[in-house]
């Protein structure tokens, strides 16, 4: 499905100033069109003015667009993304088909980052040495915690609640 890319109006907006709406918008076309390398690149260009330098790095990994600051970004990207570059590319790699020259720099990238077969590695998944087991933080702990305590008090307080109701019935009834 290709989509109306209007690089002008987006153009537009980021002259404007609303780098943020200018961003949401690329990532909307991404999400929703075939593979459209200007569309990456303008991407690449909304992140970079708005001093993200590893995501510009990922979208411009995209294209064949070259700059010293490209270079740069690419690397920042590699170094801030090593583990996890096969994942961010998955959905983007089976849903979209790449030129040849982009496949290429995503591979020599790949390789970069560690991973030996180049982007042969979104097929497979990540490496097992690469996985790291999640650490749960200590807010999730403690939230964790107060909600097994909710849980277990709750029925209490309601069971003393209807207690006294029962109670105070009996005595209001029954005691005059």
């Known amino acids: 499905m290709k989509l109306h890319f209007d690089q002008i109006a987006i153009k537009k907006i980021v002259e404007e100033g609303r780098l943020w709406e200018a961003r949401d918008q690329c990532l909307s076309l991404i999400g929703r069109s075939e593979f459209d ?3 990456y690149s303008l991407t690449a260009q909304i992140y970079y003015a708005m001093k993200d330098f590893p995501k510009a790095g990922l979208y411009w990994m995209l294209t ?3 700059g010293k600051a490209v270079e740069e970004c690419i690397s920042w990207a590699i170094r801030t993304y090593a583990k996890t570059l ?3 590319y998955k959905k983007q790699i089976r849903r979209v088909s790449f030129p040849k020259p982009v496949m290429a720099r995503l591979d020599a990238n ?3 980052a560690g991973f030996e077969e180049g982007h042969k590695a ?3 998944g990540f490496p097992n040495e690469l996985i790291e087991e999640p650490k749960a933080s200590p807010k999730a702990s403690f939230a964790l915690i107060g909600c097994a305590l909710v849980s277990l008090l709750a029925p209490v307080v309601f069971l003393i609640g209807l207690f006294h109701v029962f109670r105070d019935l009996y005595q209001l009834f029954f005691q005059h």
Do not use: Y
């Open 86 to 88: 096969p994942d961010r």
């Open 122 to 124: 979104l097929q497979r």
């Open 64 to 66: 064949t667009d070259e």
């Open 37 to 39: 390398e200007e569309l």
């Open 110 to 112: 790949f390789k970069i």
